[in-house]
């Protein structure tokens, strides 16, 4: 479980701050940070892991105040997959950067057990495990950034914008990853991400900030319907939400390709009885 | 950090000097530290450095430099009392002649220090390089390689604690680590930035070709340089700056 | 106009082609998007149009690229830059000044740019963008997408007749990237400015390009309108190119009612299509 209690943060220069937040994600949720470029959503997921410290308030992890303990202490129950895999990726091979994780946080497993737990983990990732990371491509690379963070098993998984420069391939093998991580083994998943047909597709709950307050927090398809908050918040909602709220009655439920195209069958087979 | 390094905008009389007038100013006070050992002088310097920050309108920037050289100054002041077996003794193992080295040398070292970073805070580096290449007539290849060094130091360093948050997420404990052993802890880290760093130099060197780099010359810069009254004041400063270091 | 013939390229020290028997035409003042799988060699071709490939970037390279008649060849580096301006991927490596402003003078003042039109250039160049209020800035202190800004007014100041530019949206969130791309429609439809965009971000190249090239190992496997390149949607996906929803909207609507209904790139033809059935 993740607490924040009137959190609020300001850089001493310039930079997004956030302003007095609150919120609580329960365990096994999916929640999605939504905002335009400058809302506070990094900040957020960054405050969380106490990677900075809230200069008011306070975050809790399962109870305890994070800042009774250092970050590299919380790596074992919180993994953060940043943007960029290469800030990350520091081993010159697959093996070698998943087993460099595994050793870090769970060293005192013994050595064995890890060699067996990272040969799981390649064998999960499709990787052969003798690949160089720097020969990969971007989308390669987070995946080698995304297997060693799961490696280790973790309670809460942040992403921050993790499939920004990704191809629809790429970005598809990541989201589907941490979706069968978050409905199997009950991981709990914030992210932070532009793409709002992703956050559609696999999040189901959204925070909206703007300007570094939190403005709404809801299931994710409520608040996409919502057209004055996505507005405000500078979102531009789903294709097939906005078209559905366009279209009005009839289409309420509709939020897929699939699911709209059956609302107008359903119209026309309505609208040829009443004829 | 990040900032250290990094043009504050300004408009203040130092902003508006002539860019070789800053880089001869700050020549000078090096040259007049180095010559003079007067304390009383020296001292007298430290505050013309601490002096021309308040005057450009940076006093925080300034005291930030200040203080972070003022850590350094006291450990090299420590270690020289200590090391400086020459004069009298007057407490314990440290004497006169210790505590007046250790105090020229550390004076010296803040006063020489502060105006290098303050030029890069009231100067901006294309300036600085447009002027040494229109007036001093340095090859712009060279003026070239100076600026595009200086504007990746911030970027270094952003990429730099990227890579350390990053791995602190990670369970590397460098919030836990301190001095000598975080420093040892990063080098083995630091792979995947050299790999990168080298990789942005030459796509810098492509952005700059596709922009003409290679039709540039001296005259290219749109900005003119010429001395003005402000320069000439700063000038007279300085012969009066060198003048005591000598007398005194 | 951009000819492409026969266009083959192998990066020196690699074996397999970064592009394979390239044909393509790009009409001036056309719009064109291009979008394929990582690795698929669009930078390649961005670069190959720009003239970086082959006066920056040597290799292997078979077949012709000409530029308003110019072989890039033969061309020296500096007189297609003058004609092409070129928006990297990687913006902190594109840009090389410290101070926002400096960074819109470089090219400039390298071009020669006579003394009296530069200040409008920039001024103009900044507004465009919409980064006025950024001109004094340490590029340091900016944001991610700020740069990404910063990059583009510092092309646009350069005022070419061909833009090519590669991902100008990565860091960008959704509102600002349709605002880079409303300005490449301004600048196309209003100066004729040839646009040739590198974009994962399908929904926005169905809207705003008029073509469209798909790139999967070094060859281009679809060119054309883009709505008729849409049309082969399960080809362009087997591929790793997602369609928007609107346009897989149109084929489900063409599955279940039995007819066949015309491909849909943006929100209004979506509705229209609906409406027009349910009505």
């Known amino acids: 479980m993740i607490n924040l209690d009137h959190v609020s943060f300001a850089y001493p220069e310039q ?26 959503k990094t900040t957020t997921v ?75 983990v390649l064998k999960d990732f499709g990787f052969s495990g003798d690949e160089e990371p720097f020969s990969l ?11 060693s963070i799961l490696a280790v098993e973790p309670e809460i998984l942040i992403l921050d914008e ?74 531009l909602a789903p294709q097939m939400i906005s078209l559905s709220t366009r279209l009005g009655e009839g289409f309420e439920d509709a939020d897929s390709p699939e699911s709209v195209a059956d609302a107008v069958l359903a119209l026309r087979k309505g609208g040829a009885r009443h004829a | 950090m990040h900032n250290l390094f990094q043009y504050v905008p300004g408009n203040s009389i130092i902003h508006r000097m002539n860019p070789i007038t800053k880089i001869f100013l700050t020549i000078v006070i090096c040259i007049a530290a180095f010559v003079s050992g007067n304390l009383l002088f020296l001292a007298g310097l430290l505050a013309v450095d601490l002096l021309i920050g308040f005057i450009a309108g940076i006093p925080e920037k300034t005291l930030t430099i200040f203080k972070g050289l003022l850590k350094i100054a006291i450990f090299l002041f420590v270690l020289q009392i200590l090391l400086v077996r020459g004069g009298t003794p007057v407490f314990w193992i440290i004497t006169d002649e210790g505590l007046l080295t250790a105090a020229r040398v550390v ?18 580096v294309t300036d600085l390089t447009n002027s040494l290449v229109q007036v001093l007539h340095v090859p712009y290849k060279y003026a070239f390689t100076l ?35 975080k420093f040892s802890m990063i080098l083995p880290l630091c792979a995947p930035l050299l790999i990168s760093s080298v990789r942005k130099t030459d796509l810098t060197a492509a952005a700059a070709e596709v922009r003409g780099f290679r039709l540039r010359t001296r005259q290219s810069g749109y900005k003119r340089y010429p001395f003005t009254i402000l320069d000439l004041g700063a000038a007279a400063f300085c012969l009066l700056l060198l003048a005591a270091a000598i007398l005194l | 106009m951009i000819e492409i013939q026969d266009l083959t390229f192998i990066y020196k ?41 082959p006066h920056h970037y040597t290799g292997d390279y078979y077949g012709s690229v000409t530029v308003n008649g110019m072989d890039t060849v033969e061309t020296s580096l500096e007189d297609i830059s003058r004609l092409v301006g070129m928006v990297f991927q990687d913006v902190d490596s594109q840009i090389i000044s410290p101070v926002v402003e400096d960074e819109l003078l470089y090219g400039l003042e390298n071009f020669g740019i006579p003394r009296e039109e530069i200040p409008q250039r920039i001024d103009e160049a900044l507004q465009k963008v919409g980064i006025a209020d950024l001109r004094e800035r340490a590029v340091g202190s900016l944001s991610g997408g700020q740069r990404q800004k910063v990059a ?124 027009r059935l349910i009505s």
Request: hydrophobic share 40%; net charge negative.
């Open chain 1, 15 to 40: 930079g997004p701050s956030v302003n007095d937040v609150s919120f609580r994600v329960e365990d096994g949720e999916f929640v999605a940070i939504l905002g335009a470029n400058g809302a506070g």
């Open chain 1, 46 to 120: 960054r405050l969380i892991d106490g990677l900075i410290r809230p200069t008011a308030g306070k975050v809790e992890i399962n109870g305890t105040d994070t800042v009774t303990s250092s970050v590299s202490e919380r790596a074992r129950k919180v993994g953060f997959l940043f943007q960029n895999p290469d800030r990350q990726i520091c081993k010159n091979t697959v093996r070698e950067e998943i087993l460099f994780g595994l050793q870090t946080v769970r060293g005192d497993e013994g050595e064995e057990a890890l060699r067996a737990r990272c040969e799981e």
């Open chain 1, 137 to 147: 491509s971007r989308g390669q690379r987070q995946r080698v950034a995304l297997a």
């Open chain 1, 162 to 235: 993790p499939t920004t420069g990704l191809d629809y391939f790429e970005c598809c093998h990541i989201m589907d990853r941490i979706r069968r991580m978050n409905e199997e083994n009950r991981v709990t998943v914030i992210m932070v991400c532009h793409d709002m047909e992703v956050v559609l597709d696999y999040a189901k709950r959204a925070l909206v900030m703007a300007g570094g307050h939190l403005l709404a927090d809801g299931p994710v398809k409520e608040i996409f319907r919502d057209a004055a908050l996505m507005e405000k918040a500078s979102i």
């Open chain 2, 107 to 124: 004076l010296r070292l803040v006063i020489v220090c502060m105006p290098l970073a303050l030029v890069l805070a009231v100067t901006r």
């Open chain 2, 147 to 181: 600026s595009t060094a200086i504007r990746f130091i911030p970027q270094f360093l952003e990429e730099m604690s990227g890579i350390m948050e990053a791995q602190t997420a990670r369970g590397v404990a460098f919030d836990k680590a301190k001095g000598l052993k």
């Open chain 3, 13 to 53: 020290d690699e074996k397999k082609p970064a592009l394979q028997d390239i044909r393509l035409t790009i009409p001036e003042g056309g719009f064109l998007g291009v979008i394929g799988p990582a690795g698929a060699g669009k930078t390649t071709l961005a670069r190959a149009v720009s003239g970086m490939i």
């Open chain 3, 152 to 275: 583009i007014a510092s092309i646009i100041a350069l005022r070419p007749r061909i833009l090519v530019l590669d991902e100008p949206t990565g860091e960008l969130d959704p509102r600002s990237s349709r605002q880079v791309f409303s300005l490449l429609k301004e600048l196309n439809e209003e100066q004729r400015i040839t646009v040739i965009i590198i974009e994962q971000k399908i929904m926005l190249l169905c809207e705003f390009a008029r073509q469209l090239a798909v790139l999967s190992e070094g060859k281009i496997v679809r060119q054309g309108d883009t709505r008729d390149v849409l049309a082969h949607a399960e080809e362009l996906e087997a591929l790793g190119v997602n369609c928007p929803r609107v346009t897989t909207l149109s084929r489900a609507v063409s599955v279940k009612t039995g007819e066949e209904q015309p491909v849909c790139l943006n929100l209004d033809e979506a509705e229209a299509m609906v409406r």
